[in-house]
Each structure stands twice: as structure tokens, then as C-alpha cells.
């Protein structure tokens, strides 16, 4: 079984400040994703990463894939309050099955 | 282009009654997946459908059982509920069999059981 080991589980900082979050595996995935997801809505997709190594960012958000497929970290730069919700990242092994991280829940403070 | 779409949004039942959830996959996804997701965690994977057989199985017991038809849409049936069913369910869909597709997935249907 592949499980995704998320840190932290809980964000509450200041408008303004950096962030990183975590997702840590001992499995290798072949792509992973990082979602957000807003009270009552399904996930939405951030990133998918697929080369060991890979970064990319999405305007104040930078993912870095590990080099080993393992890990991944997510961070924000300049939080804004618009930033909050639940990030999601996900780790696909096989036929498309994905398999989650049980998340981190960010609050942004104004 | 509508996306995917989940029917129902909300629902209630009672202990030991049977639940149907439906989805629509994307246009032009063959592959869906449903997902539990309980209060605070993240989604756990149920079962895959692609050409309308069941292709991978999550761990969950047999009465969660599903169905695929031949337009792609596909549903999620609960038998036996037990209060701990209670959860988003959510449907995702993606194109083709390779690993790096796109996964989109649905607004979700909340199920309470009491």
C-alpha cells in the first residue's frame, strides 16, 4: 500500500508570511499532484510534477518534485487570504490510482 | 464543456438503507474513479471503472459495489449503511489508461447516514 505523509496538517499564519508544506513517501510514483479544495467542493488541481527534480510555479506557489519521485513540497510565497483552504497532494501509481495525503489546512489571517 | 457532474449533491438515509450515487465523467474520459472523503481527511480511494469493469479496488468491504455503462457515466452503490458511511463521496475522471493523465474530479454528493 502507498500512503503520503502530509506536514504539516495545520497552517495558521499572517498575511503576507512563507510557507512550506511537505508530502513524504517510501513509495516511488510515476506523477504527483497538488490540489486545493474549498469547503464542500471536490478538489481542484494545482501541479502535476512528473520528472525527478521538477519545479514549477504558479504564480506565488513553487512545487518541487524529489529526485527520487518520493517527496514533493509546496511553497507559498506572500500568503494571501485567498490562499486558504485545504492543499491536497497525491501521488498516482498505476492505472491512473491515486493516492492522498490527508492534507494540510491553511488559514491566511488578513 | 461541462465537467464532471455528481447527482445527488446531499442526501440523507437511514442506518441499514441502500444508497445509488451517479456520476458523468468529462467529455472524452473513459476512466472514473470514486473516492470517500470523512470530515478533516483526505480522499481514500473505493474503485476504478474503465470499459465497464471494475479495474482496481480500494479497501473497502463489499458493500460498496459499482457500475460502469457503456456513455462512461457510472455509480456508486452502498448497501447495509452504517453511520460511519457518512462522507463526501467524490467521483473523478481522466482519459485513456496512462498514469500521467489528468485527473479531474466532481463538485462531490454528502451523504449522512442516521
Known amino acids: 500500500t502507498q500512503l503520503l505523509e502530509q506536514s504539516p496538517q495545520f497552517l495558521s499564519i499572517q498575511e503576507g508570511e512563507n510557507l512550506t508544506v511537505y508530502c513524504n513517501s517510501s513509495s516511488v510514483f510515476s506523477s504527483l499532484q497538488w490540489y486545493r479544495q474549498e469547503p464542500g467542493e471536490g478538489p481542484v488541481l494545482l501541479v502535476t510534477v512528473v520528472t525527478g527534480g521538477e519545479v514549477k510555479k504558479l504564480k506565488r506557489l513553487t512545487f518541487q518534485f524529489g529526485d527520487a519521485r518520493k517527496d514533493s513540497s509546496l511553497h507559498i510565497t506572500a500568503a494571501q487570504p485567498g490562499d486558504t483552504g485545504l492543499y491536497l497532494c497525491a501521488g498516482s501509481g498505476g492505472y491512473q490510482k491515486v493516492t492522498f495525503g490527508i492534507g494540510t489546512k491553511l488559514q491566511v489571517i488578513p | 464543456d461541462a465537467g464532471v457532474t455528481q447527482s445527488p449533491t446531499h442526501l440523507i438515509k437511514t442506518r441499514g438503507q441502500q444508497v445509488t450515487l451517479r456520476c458523468s465523467p468529462k467529455?472524452?474520459?473513459?476512466?472514473v474513479s470514486w473516492y470517500q472523503q470523512a470530515l478533516g481527511q483526505g480522499p481514500q480511494f473505493i474503485f476504478q471503472y474503465y470499459e465497464e469493469e471494475e479495474r482496481q479496488r480500494g479497501n473497502f468491504p463489499d458493500r460498496f459495489s459499482g457500475h460502469q455503462f457503456p456513455n462512461y457515466s457510472s455509480e456508486l452503490n452502498v448497501n447495509a449503511l452504517l453511520l460511519g458511511d457518512s462522507a463526501l463521496y467524490l467521483c473523478?475522471?481522466?482519459?485513456?489508461?496512462?498514469?500521467?493523465?489528468?485527473?479531474?474530479f466532481g463538485e462531490g454528493s454528502w451523504l449522512t447516514v442516521v
Open positions: 473523478a475522471s481522466s482519459a485513456g489508461t496512462g498514469d500521467r493523465n489528468t485527473i479531474y
Open positions: 467529455s472524452g474520459h473513459d476512466t
